[in-house]
């Protein structure tokens, strides 16, 4: 994906960011197998908001704050999976938020900033509704790290945040499978705010794409 101004270009950065989106989120598994999976997988995570930052944006602070993140994130995860501690963990949080805020940005300015409805304005909000999906997951995640046992499983299984994954789309799209609770107080509140982001994004994206569309359309005189 590079920074090219032509509007099948921007269809094929964003198309192949979603598809790589789709990609981490059925293979993030992947970064709790043995071997050299791990590296696989981080090395694809840590790889796939850089470049879709530089493709769809020429701002070189942006740029460059995003390459350091998805390095950190990078070290991170393979230290995290190499030799796992409280603080290694920590480190994949945080620096998985940072790096998921970053690709909010850039792809909230794209989606909302657009003067008209083309694919590569869908694939963009589309897109970002799984960054917000995947994102919250490091929230929650994070949550769970500073207050054990904030989330309790039904199996009476131990939460990791691979489970954080599957449990943040949950709650991003209101299925509510209820095999995982939030029963602490800053779990509640994350993931009433999700939902509720999750429902309001869906309405404000719809009604802003409605919006463009309805103003290109020519209104003819009664």
Known sequence: MLSLPAAQNRVLANGALLAALLIHN??????????VWPAIFYGFYA????????????????????????????????????????????AVYLSS?????????V?????????????DVLLSATSLYLVLGSGFAAVLAFIEWCAP????????????????????????TTLGYGDITPVGFYAQSFVTFEAIGGTLYTVILLSRLVGLHASRVPQSDN
């Open 149 to 172: 046992g904030s989330f309790v499983a039904s199996s009476g299984t131990t939460i990791d945040w691979q489970q954080m994954v599957y449990f943040s789309y949950v709650t991003l």
């Open 47 to 90: 790889s796939i908001f850089v470049i879709a930052t530089w493709a769809l944006t020429t701002l070189k602070p942006l740029r460059a704050l995003m390459a350091f993140t998805g390095l950190i994130v990078l070290l991170a995860g393979l230290l995290n999976s190499y030799a796992p501690t409280n603080l290694t963990a920590l």
């Open 26 to 35: 059925l293979t993030y598994p992947l970064s709790a197998a043995a071997g």
């Open 97 to 105: 938020i940072a790096y998921h805020l970053g690709m909010i940005i």
């Open 107 to 119: 792809l909230a300015h794209y989606t909302f900033a657009a003067r008209t409805v083309m694919t």
